[in-house]
């Protein structure tokens, strides 16, 4: 069975301080899907990103990368200077290939806060 | 991206009564919903993985008497929490997918806020 590891429960930073979410997962299907998601307070989930385990590559999408470790079993986040609006829970899920119904398993979150 | 809306946001109701939500995908057509549910400060756990026009597949520990799923079109799945009681107070959220396999993104909707009391 998937599981999905967000060890750090709560982490709190001063704006423009970089800040990095850790994920480790667990699967013993060899093609698998990883995605992280963010939650502000409002809600609503929104999607960050996906990567298949075929694509090692790192990943920059402005402030936000993403380091894909297969070795490790990590697929990490970094927010780059961070700013007050990044304040949200942030989960990490996998999803495995060869399940028909794409169910995901998530982290139980990290809650990051930044303050002025 | 695609879009799924929730209604209602928010719902609050007596011990007893039966709550229903609406997941609704609103651009394309979903053969797979899913829903979660979410906890005070926890994470999204699957309760249970409808299809178009079939049975739902529950997760293990859900109760499917309570828990009632219909999935009557590509469009629309509904929750229907019967006899709710203070302990279904939690924050309900559900997805749909446009296809078959772990590599198709899920949509969220925006989720409802349950609250029993």
């Known amino acids: 069975a998937q599981k999905v590891t967000q060890a750090q429960t709560e982490i709190s930073v001063v704006e423009k301080e970089d800040v990095t979410l850790d994920c480790v997962y667990e699967?013993?299907?060899?093609?698998?899907?990883l995605f992280w998601y963010k939650q502000p307070p409002s809600g609503e989930l929104v999607f960050l990103i996906r990567r298949n385990s075929f694509d090692e590559q790192n990943e920059i999408s402005g402030r936000y990368s993403w380091n894909f470790q297969k070795s490790t079993s990590s697929f990490n986040f970094t927010i780059t200077a961070s700013q007050v609006v990044d304040s949200a829970v942030y989960f990490c899920?996998?999803?495995?290939?060869?399940?028909?119904?794409?169910?995901?398993?998530f982290g139980t979150g990290t809650r990051l806060q930044v303050t002025l | 991206g695609a879009v799924v809306s929730q209604h209602p946001s928010r719902v609050i109701c007596k011990s007893g009564t039966s709550v229903k939500i609406e997941c609704r995908s609103l651009d394309f057509q979903a053969t797979t919903m899913f829903w979660y549910r979410q906890f005070p400060k926890q994470s999204l756990m699957l309760m249970a993985t409808?299809?178009?026009?079939?049975?739902?597949?529950?997760e293990q520990g859900v109760e499917k008497d309570k828990f009632l799923i219909n999935h009557a079109s590509l469009t629309l799945s509904t929750l229907t929490v019967t006899s709710a009681h203070p302990e279904d107070s939690s924050f309900y959220i559900c997805?749909?997918?446009?296809?078959?396999?772990?590599?198709?993104?899920?949509?969220f909707g925006p989720g409802t806020r349950l609250t029993v009391l």
């Open positions: 997805s749909a997918t446009a296809g078959a396999g772990g590599h198709n993104e899920q949509f």
């Open positions: 409808s299809n178009e026009g079939s049975k739902a597949t529950y």
């Open positions: 899920a996998l999803s495995e290939a060869e399940e028909t119904a794409s169910k995901l398993t």
């Open positions: 699967t013993r299907d060899t093609t698998y899907y």
